[in-house]
């Protein structure tokens, strides 16, 4: 994925998120959301007020989601293609002809 250009005001929020993201669980082989304990705690770290946690955690929210998905989108085209290059070929021996 390439970085995306950011509007001005913007840049606290995405280092936030790439900074988060070492805080997500794994849901077994998947990877899971960032947790609000997490962003929480970052934001009082930063000291951010309430309205600016409320904020931090939405846009942490939204941009998860949007990674999630492409992560979800990703894996199922990877695994569909992996399960295919499983199958055994079944090769029949020539038939005799009479």
């Given at each position: 994925?390439e970085?995306?250009?950011?509007?001005?005001?913007l840049?606290?929020?995405?280092?936030?998120?790439?900074?988060?993201?070492?805080?997500r669980?794994?849901?077994?082989?998947?990877?899971?959301?960032?947790?609000?304990?997490?962003?929480?705690?970052?934001?009082d770290?930063?000291?951010?007020?309430?309205?600016?946690?409320?904020?931090?955690?939405?846009?942490?929210?939204?941009?998860?989601?949007?990674?999630?998905?492409?992560?979800?989108?990703?894996?199922?085209?990877?695994?569909?293609?992996?399960?295919?290059?499983?199958?055994?070929?079944?090769?029949?021996?020539?038939?005799?002809?009479?």
């Amino acid at each position: 994925m390439e970085a995306p250009s950011l509007y001005p005001g913007l840049q606290f929020y995405y280092t936030a998120y790439l900074t988060l993201t070492s805080c997500r669980t794994s849901a077994g082989m998947s990877e899971g959301r960032i947790p609000w304990t997490a962003v929480a705690q970052y934001a009082d770290r930063y000291g951010l007020d309430d309205e600016e946690m409320d904020l931090l955690w939405t846009l942490v929210c939204e941009m998860d989601s949007v990674y999630l998905k492409y992560q979800q989108k990703k894996g199922k085209i990877k695994s569909a293609a992996d399960k295919d290059a499983k199958k055994p070929q079944i090769i029949h021996p020539p038939r005799k002809t009479r």
